[in-house]
Structures are given as structure tokens and as C-alpha cells.
């Protein structure tokens, strides 16, 4: 049986805020219980918060599990009775109430019986007892009201004077901040600061710049507009610490930001901000890794953190802004990660255009923009942030991971990038049959879905496979044929001649019934092998070579990765399946995997 640190939660029940610090690690407890909280009816974040209570053997008192640990309820690391050692708590006061957020743990046992028979610690005039957590932490989740009359009967936190306070004001995590406070101090590390961006619409014309905000609790992001820019926005710094007080915390708009917090800070032309040369026990970057790999489990427009090796820079672009006509500077890098798969990410703006790591060098990307075309891409936003060759754990497991035996490796892709890129998804054991594709649904829910299957081609629309695309590389939009030349609206450029790409729509059938496909240039490409160009040519001048060609691809059976996808045209909704990857039957790698069937436990 495990040594409990007896007497620590009295001590925790009852210290003043002064004493916290002294209390913050080193102490061995039992979860008694773990419960998620339910989300309140205006709860703007799907992220999940769990309440626990924790024992010494002699008294128990509730918390709040930090957001950063909640893999450790959802992976099944801690349960009831798990003994645990802190490793780092914070105990904010709200509404005159206590509230203890563990940030950091470590595990001792799992294999326990409860230990000791625990009551609830003795109630001080001090010091709340700790039934009141419950009522603390549906603060952190509840929005603010504009009514100056509710605020006025919300109790307002004690000013407490301590080690962790600065001028009779506490430093709170930032975890803890709820619209209920007006007397709070944080200390965080900005992360990201935005450049100043200026608007103009029938109501005026104005400026705003926001930073991200984080300490070992969590992020917020802030904002300021107009004179607080000129106040505020040279006193910020990436990468520095700061105390900041007097800004307005008020529900987040989640329009604007990715952050998993309910909250965001609205600084105003009094907030305070003051660098604080203290920074050891603040964080240099939060990250949450995602394997490349594991793309496809995430939704279109999610976001997301990755490293990777940078395998290949693209050229410096342009594309044109549909909405505001404006170009904006683009970049294409390809990274590769440890579970051999590659992604392309695109970089805008500033981003684009300083990008000056070298090829082969490791980065790691905070909050990048997950899409869905033709397969996974991903793509830096205004508050995502890029760190190359970062000083973290997992940067030199990369570099050694690739230096040692990841430049041998073949790389699959979840996009269906170039022709001669290496592709991925197509997989034998997963294959499904048409029939139940269609019977299954898939596509019919608010995200693309993918799937794999084996079908022969039984018919093409012949009459239009192809379109003039601009000849300009990564462009591909269609152009316009003026007479004395081929126009690009999107380069604004004429050529004599465009460079024909396929769009093709195609029948398949297997044994269990028939489906429309959708393929681009690629799916061309292996049906044909020939390009768009040779094709359209071979039409213009031999119709009837044409038809022949036409009939030598049908009944010919390939291996398909399909995303189904629902689309509405003329107000008629329908699944549509695009190709992502088309290859011929390779006979020797059927029958390996068929003599690999023979030896599974279905074939016996």
C-alpha cells in the first residue's frame, strides 16, 4: 500500500494564498474520484474538464484537472483509486471560493484499494471548505453577462498578497480566469503576436492587433483595437514574459481563434503590461503533436500541432484573393514525419515570403488548418506559429530518427499532389464493395469520409474528359480562349496555347453493383497514359482513334482510394466520390496478400 502525504489537503483547505507556492509539488494522493463536468448550454469549446477529488488518507478536497492532462483520463493512465504525486497545483480564490487546478502529475499505482477512511476537512472562517469547488468551477465554464446588475451581486475575489502576487494582486493561472474577476493578475509568455491588420466598412475604419498568451495552465489570446494599438502593441514581444492585468475577460469568439479556451482578453487603454525578468516557470511553447499519419482522423478546418522534416521548399507564389482582389505571397513545403507519411503545408503572406530554413531541417507547427482536398493538406493561419529546428525532445528524435534510417525511406501521401508523387490510402485489407458503400452512407455526414475499393471501368464520358488549364505551374485554372490567345483571369496572363488537364467522370461496377467516379489529371494519367494534351490532340484530328481510345480503357480493373463527399447542385443533394489515387492491378502483390489470407485465422 502506498504512503499518502498525510494532513496536505487540510493544508490546502485552509492556507492562505501566500502559503500556495509552499504547497505546489511533492505530494503523493489517491483519486478517489474522476467526473467530466458537463458543458453549460452556452459553452463555446468542445474540450472536455474533469473534476476529481483528491485524498490523504485522512480528508479528501475537490480540483479541477488541468485541460493538458486530460490524455491521462482518456487513455485510461488514471482512474479511481489511482495514486498519484503532484507535481505542480495552483489555488485560485473566485467569488471568495477555492479552487485547486492541478497542472502536473505522475503516476504511482493504479492497483489500489481506497486507503484510510477520508472526511471532508473541518470548515475554517479562513478559508472556504472545499464543497464550494463545484460552484468555483462553473465559473470557468459560464459566460459573462453584459447586465451591470448581475455583476454587481457576483463577490468579487479577495486582493491577496504573497510570493506568487505582484502590488496586493494574486497571480492567477490562466486556467482560472473567468468574467467573474476584476482583480487578477496573470503572468504569460506571449507565443504569437499578429501584425497590425486595419479595416473599413459603412460604420468606420479602424485597427486591432492580438497576441497569444500562455502559461503551465493553458493559452488565451488578447486583442486591442485602435489607441490601445498605439498604447500597447510595441510593449509586446514573441518570445518574453509579461504581468498583465486590467484587461476584460469576456466569452470567446471562436471565429477568430483556435485556442481551446472558452475565454479571451480584451485589452482596453488601461490594461497593464509589464515584462517580468522571471521566466523560468513559464513555459517556451506548448505542443500537441499530431502523426501524419493520423490526419485523416481529423475534420476538415480543424486545427492541429506537427513537426516534420522539411523534404521539399516550393518556389515563391502568388495567388489572387477572391474577396479582396489583392495577391497574396504562397509557399508549398512537403514534410515528412517518423510514421512515413508526407504532407504538404502552405505558408502565406510573410510567412512565404521570410521562409528561410534549408531543406531537410526540422520545424514545428502550432495550430495549423487541417483541408480535405483531394485527400489531407494543411495550411499556417494568421495565429499559427513555426519554429524551426526547435530545442524539444521531439525535434532530436526526428532528426535522428531521419539522419539514421528515414532518408531510405518511401514516404506515403494522403493528397493526390503531382504525377510521380508517392501516394497513400489504398489499403487490401479495409477494401469494400460498392454496394456497401452506398448502403453504408458514407459521405452522407457533414465530413468527407474516404474508403478503398476494386472496380473495372465500364464507361467514360467521352465527350468533354479535359479542359484548357493555364499552362502556369500550380495554377490549373481554366482558361479563356480570346481568339488571339489563351487568357488566365486568375494570372492575368495570355498564352498561345493552354496546357489541357483531365476531369473525367467514369462508371465502375464489381461484382455487387456500379458507382460514378470523379477523376482529375492523375486518374487521366493512369487510364490513358497519355496526357491531356496527346489525348485532346488525338481527338481534334482522328475521331475515330478517339472512340477507340475511349473503348481501350473500358473493362479494364483498377485499385481505387475514394473520398465521398455530399454535394448540391441545383438544389438536388448527392454523395459524390472523387478519385484520390488510382493504380493498375499489380498481380504479384495480390497474390502475396491472398496467400497471406490463406494463413490468417479466417482461412483456418
Given at each position: 500500500m502506498s504512503q499518502l502525504s498525510s494532513g496536505i489537503c487540510r493544508r490546502l483547505n485552509e492556507a492562505p494564498q501566500e502559503e500556495i507556492d509552499q504547497l505546489a509539488s511533492g505530494h503523493t494522493v489517491q483519486l478517489l474520484s474522476i467526473k467530466k463536468v458537463a458543458p453549460t448550454p452556452s459553452s463555446t469549446t468542445a474540450t472536455d474538464r474533469f473534476r476529481i477529488i483528491i485524498s490523504d488518507g485522512v480528508h479528501f478536497v475537490q480540483a479541477m484537472l488541468a485541460t493538458q492532462l486530460n490524455d491521462l483520463v482518456a487513455n485510461g493512465d488514471i482512474n479511481k483509486n489511482t495514486v498519484v504525486v503532484i507535481d505542480k497545483l495552483a489555488c485560485n480564490f473566485v467569488q471568495d471560493k477555492r479552487l485547486i487546478i492541478i497542472l502536473d502529475l505522475h503516476v504511482v499505482s493504479r492497483d489500489e484499494e481506497k486507503i484510510g477512511s477520508p472526511t471532508a476537512p473541518p470548515p475554517t472562517q479562513d478559508a472556504p471548505a472545499p464543497?464550494?469547488?463545484?460552484?468555483?468551477?462553473?465559473?470557468?465554464?459560464?459566460?459573462?453577462?453584459?447586465?451591470?446588475?448581475?455583476?454587481?451581486?457576483?463577490?468579487?475575489?479577495?486582493?491577496?498578497?504573497?510570493?506568487?502576487?505582484?502590488?496586493?494582486?494574486?497571480?492567477?493561472?490562466?486556467?482560472?480566469?473567468?468574467?467573474?474577476?476584476?482583480?487578477?493578475?496573470?503572468?504569460?509568455?506571449?507565443?504569437?503576436?499578429?501584425?497590425?491588420?486595419?479595416?473599413?466598412?459603412?460604420?468606420?475604419?479602424?485597427?486591432?492587433?492580438?497576441?497569444?498568451?500562455?502559461?503551465?495552465?493553458?493559452?488565451?489570446?488578447?486583442?486591442?483595437?485602435?489607441?490601445?494599438?498605439?498604447?500597447?502593441?510595441?510593449?509586446?514581444?514573441?518570445?518574453?514574459?509579461?504581468?498583465?492585468?486590467?484587461?476584460?475577460?469576456?466569452?470567446?469568439?471562436?471565429?477568430?481563434?483556435?485556442?481551446?479556451?472558452?475565454?479571451?482578453?480584451?485589452?482596453?487603454?488601461?490594461?497593464?503590461?509589464?515584462?517580468?525578468?522571471?521566466?523560468?516557470?513559464?513555459?517556451?511553447?506548448?505542443?500537441?503533436?499530431?502523426?501524419?499519419?493520423?490526419?485523416?482522423?481529423?475534420?476538415?478546418?480543424?486545427?492541429?500541432?506537427?513537426?516534420?522534416?522539411?523534404?521539399?521548399?516550393?518556389?515563391?507564389?502568388?495567388?489572387?484573393?477572391?474577396?479582396?482582389?489583392?495577391?497574396?505571397?504562397?509557399?508549398?513545403?512537403?514534410?515528412?514525419?517518423?510514421?512515413?507519411?508526407?504532407?504538404?503545408?502552405?505558408?502565406?503572406?510573410?510567412?512565404?515570403?521570410?521562409?528561410?530554413?534549408?531543406?531537410?531541417?526540422?520545424?514545428?507547427?502550432?495550430?495549423?488548418?487541417?483541408?480535405?482536398?483531394?485527400?489531407?493538406?494543411?495550411?499556417?493561419?494568421?495565429?499559427?506559429?513555426?519554429?524551426?529546428?526547435?530545442?524539444?525532445?521531439?525535434?532530436?528524435?526526428?532528426?535522428?530518427?531521419?539522419?539514421?534510417?528515414?532518408?531510405?525511406?518511401?514516404?506515403?501521401?494522403?493528397?493526390?499532389?503531382?504525377?510521380?508523387?508517392?501516394?497513400?490510402?489504398?489499403?487490401?485489407?479495409e477494401m469494400r464493395h460498392l454496394s456497401d458503400v452506398k448502403e453504408s452512407q458514407l459521405g452522407m455526414s457533414d465530413k468527407a469520409e474516404f474508403f478503398s475499393t476494386r472496380a473495372t471501368i465500364m464507361h467514360i464520358k467521352s465527350e468533354s474528359i479535359s479542359y484548357p488549364a493555364c499552362p502556369t505551374q500550380g495554377c490549373n485554372k481554366k482558361v479563356v480562349d480570346l481568339g488571339s490567345g489563351w487568357k488566365c483571369e486568375k494570372c492575368d496572363k495570355t498564352f498561345e496555347r493552354p496546357e489541357y488537364r483531365y476531369i473525367m467522370s467514369m462508371a465502375v461496377a464489381d461484382w455487387s453493383g456500379q458507382a460514378w467516379l470523379q477523376g482529375f489529371n492523375e486518374a487521366g494519367l493512369v487510364v490513358f497514359g497519355k496526357t491531356a494534351d496527346e489525348v485532346h490532340e488525338i481527338k481534334e484530328r482522328d475521331e475515330a482513334e478517339y472512340n477507340a481510345l475511349m473503348a481501350q480503357a473500358s473493362g479494364v480493373t483498377f485499385n481505387f482510394s475514394c473520398r465521398a463527399k455530399q454535394d448540391t447542385y441545383n438544389d438536388q443533394t448527392r454523395v459524390r466520390y472523387g478519385i484520390s489515387r488510382i493504380t493498375p492491378l499489380d498481380y504479384h502483390e495480390e497474390a502475396k496478400h491472398l496467400v497471406e489470407l490463406l494463413k490468417s485465422p479466417w482461412a483456418k
Open positions: 464543497a464550494v469547488v463545484e460552484a468555483a468551477s462553473s465559473s470557468i465554464t459560464s459566460p459573462a453577462t453584459s447586465s451591470s446588475t448581475t455583476q454587481a451581486k457576483q463577490p468579487q475575489p479577495q486582493p491577496r498578497t504573497g510570493p506568487s502576487g505582484r502590488g496586493g494582486r494574486s497571480v492567477y493561472p490562466i486556467e482560472g480566469l473567468s468574467p467573474y474577476q476584476n482583480n487578477w493578475t496573470i503572468k504569460a509568455r506571449v507565443t504569437q503576436k499578429s501584425d497590425i491588420r486595419t479595416w473599413s466598412n459603412q460604420r468606420g475604419e479602424g485597427k486591432l492587433f492580438n497576441v497569444t498568451l500562455m502559461d503551465e495552465s493553458g493559452e488565451i489570446r488578447g486583442t486591442g483595437f485602435n489607441a490601445v494599438v498605439d498604447e500597447l502593441y510595441e510593449k509586446f514581444e514573441e518570445g518574453k514574459v509579461y504581468y498583465i492585468s486590467k484587461a476584460r475577460v469576456n466569452l470567446a469568439k471562436k471565429k477568430f481563434s483556435n485556442l481551446q479556451n472558452d475565454y479571451e482578453l480584451s485589452l482596453e487603454k488601461n490594461t497593464e503590461v509589464e515584462e517580468c525578468l522571471e521566466t523560468t516557470s513559464v513555459p517556451m511553447m506548448k505542443y500537441n503533436f499530431v502523426e501524419l499519419s493520423s490526419l485523416e482522423k481529423l475534420e476538415r478546418d480543424n486545427t492541429c500541432d506537427v513537426i516534420g522534416v522539411v523534404k521539399e521548399v516550393g518556389p515563391l507564389g502568388e495567388i489572387t484573393s477572391k474577396a479582396t482582389n489583392r495577391t497574396i505571397p504562397k509557399r508549398d513545403l512537403t514534410i515528412v514525419d517518423m510514421s512515413q507519411y508526407s504532407v504538404r503545408l502552405t505558408l502565406w503572406g510573410k510567412q512565404a515570403e521570410q521562409f528561410a530554413a534549408d531543406e531537410l531541417s526540422v520545424v514545428a507547427f502550432k495550430g495549423v488548418k487541417v483541408g480535405d482536398f483531394g485527400g489531407r493538406t494543411l495550411s499556417m493561419v494568421s495565429s499559427s506559429i513555426m519554429s524551426i529546428s526547435p530545442d524539444i525532445e521531439e525535434a532530436h528524435l526526428l532528426r535522428g530518427w531521419y539522419d539514421g534510417i528515414g532518408t531510405e525511406k518511401n514516404f506515403q501521401s494522403h493528397t493526390s499532389g503531382s504525377a510521380g508523387a508517392s501516394f497513400g490510402g489504398f489499403n487490401r485489407n
